[in-house]
């Protein structure tokens, strides 16, 4: 496939692709219900489907009795964590070795000409980004979502919380699970912003932003500080009414789906003259520029605070206009 029919590569061979960046027309002024309509079905195809049937599949067939999870036992907690274990390690292990060990479209589509395995480096253990970043995945990453899931099945299990069914609140349930993935984004943006902040950069967040070139195993690949951070958010479901399949499908997202961001890939090749776009363009940019697209674009605050790049030469100048402003301001203060 010709990935130079859908954007252009630099001397490097970086790939960028054609369309700019834009983020979701929800709260924009004047309204565009036509351009969100258009847009409404990126929202759902193909991750957070992909998303929700995991979850259901979870809730229904590999999730213990609500009896059983009213104790705290290591057989059913190493069998939650065993589970999430398999579900990362196939979907991260597929995709790290269609695209990067087997290296099955090359690097075409690959925004980062270059692959990680063939640049060794110090800041990694053992010198190698991939086996860093499945250790630490599996090393705090898993453990913590799981011990997060834990907690929010066993508070269900004792009716603490405000829990609600389907059969009573249907339409409260489903709209909190159609909302799930923005608001998701919006704790991602507030805490991305927090763990920016020049301490916990140095000593937290920066562990992640080794991956200056990230692949799928980079996606969970995080201090254990941020790991908390990151999962945090799933506590939403202590304060708003909701059920268990809701939980699970919040953990896909942010579990699960920290994978999206960190393919590497503007598309994957599903056949000869067709692919699948990743929506993983924004947070390569972040990876790439640290300073920019601290969320995916879905809520809008990058762009109201100054710091979205739509991936053209517009936006990198508008990022180096900021950049050379931010010296200035540090110089100035010497």
Same mark, same amino acid.
């Given at each position: ?58 809730? +229904? ?53 270059? +692959? ?15 086996? $860093?970043? +499945? ?136 056949? $000869? ?7 993983? +363009? ?53």
């Amino acid at each position: 496939m010709d990935d130079l029919k859908f954007g252009t590569r630099n001397k490097r061979g970086d790939y960028t692709p054609n369309t700019p960046l834009e983020v979701a027309p929800i709260v924009v002024w004047p309204p565009k219900p036509l351009k969100f309509l258009a847009w409404l079905p990126g929202y759902f195809f193909p991750w957070n489907l992909l998303f929700m049937a995991t979850a259901l599949v979870i809730w +229904f067939y590999l999730t213990p009795s609500k009896e059983t999870m009213q104790t705290l036992d290591w057989h059913w907690i190493g069998f939650i964590w065993l589970r999430n274990s398999a579900i990362v390690f196939i979907l991260y292990g597929l995709l790290e070795l269609r695209l990067y060990i087997r290296r099955s479209q090359g690097n075409r589509f690959k925004f980062n000409a270059m +692959f990680p395995a063939d640049k060794p480096s110090d800041v990694f253990m053992f010198r190698s980004q991939n086996i $860093d970043n +499945f250790i630490r995945s599996f090393g705090t990453g898993v453990p913590i979502w799981t011990a997060y899931e834990v907690g929010m099945l066993y508070a269900w299990a004792h009716g603490w919380g405000p829990w609600a069914t389907f059969a009573d609140h249907p339409y409260a349930l489903i709209a909190l699970g159609l909302l799930l993935p923005l608001f998701h984004e919006a704790h991602f943006f507030c805490i991305h912003r927090l763990i920016h902040t020049p301490f916990l950069y140095k000593w937290v967040h920066s562990v992640h932003h080794n991956s200056i070139n990230p692949s799928p195993w980079s996606s969970l690949s995080m201090h254990p500080v941020e790991h908390l951070l990151y999962w945090s958010d799933i506590l939403i479901h202590l304060v708003f009414p909701s059920h268990p399949l809701l939980v699970l499908y919040h953990l896909q997202i942010t579990g699960t789906g920290a994978v999206v961001g960190h393919i590497g890939f503007d598309k994957i090749e599903t056949a $000869d003259e067709t692919a699948m776009g990743t929506h993983a +363009f924004a947070h390569y940019l972040h990876h790439k520029y640290f300073e920019v697209n601290y969320s995916d674009g879905m809520v809008p605050f990058d762009l109201w605070f100054g710091t979205w790049h739509d991936g053209t030469k517009e936006g990198e100048a508008r990022m180096d206009a900021r950049f050379a402003k931010k010296r200035a301001r540090l110089n100035a203060g010497k």
